[in-house]
Nanobody, 128 residues
Framework: QVQPVESGGGSVQAGGSLRLSCAAS????????MGWFRQTPGKEREGVTV???????TYADSVKGRFTISRDNAKETLYLQMNNLKPEDTAMYYC??????????????????????RGRGTQVTVSS
């Protein structure tokens, strides 16, 4: 069983940075597909980025060049470094970890939304 716990959200001005963390200890942490998605009230959830068990990374077009996902296997923690934040990045950010997917076609921004293990989220608010 994996229980992700997010932290690091907050309020920043446009152009600022935040680093989100997701503590997600559990067996085979380093080999699982995992990532971040976000949701704003009234809008659909959006897969932001995924990282597979081999280190392959995919980003949504909306965050390419600004966000960076990384994983510290020793700490069993997933990170999301967010730079040059924009007001449209305002959302609740969730960490998601797959129970059974490690890489390949099952590891993508759409599948991320249905992963078995998800945290309660951390709020990011970007003001203009």
């Amino acid at each position: 069983q994996v229980q992700p716990v997010e932290s690091g959200g907050g309020s920043v001005q446009a152009g600022g940075s935040l680093r989100l963390s997701c503590a997600a200890s559990g067996p085979t942490f380093s080999s699982r597909c995992m990532g971040w998605f976000r949701q704003t009230p009234g809008k659909e959830r959006e897969g932001v980025t995924v990282l597979d068990g081999y280190g392959k990374i995919t980003y949504a077009d909306s965050v390419k060049g600004r966000f960076t996902i990384s994983r510290d296997n020793a700490k069993e923690t997933l990170y999301l470094q967010m730079n040059n934040l924009k007001p449209e990045d305002t959302a609740m950010y969730y960490c998601a970890v797959s129970r059974s997917c490690h890489s390949g076609v099952c590891c993508n921004a759409r599948s991320l939304l249905d992963f078995d293990y998800r945290g309660r989220g951390t709020q990011v608010t970007v003001s203009s």
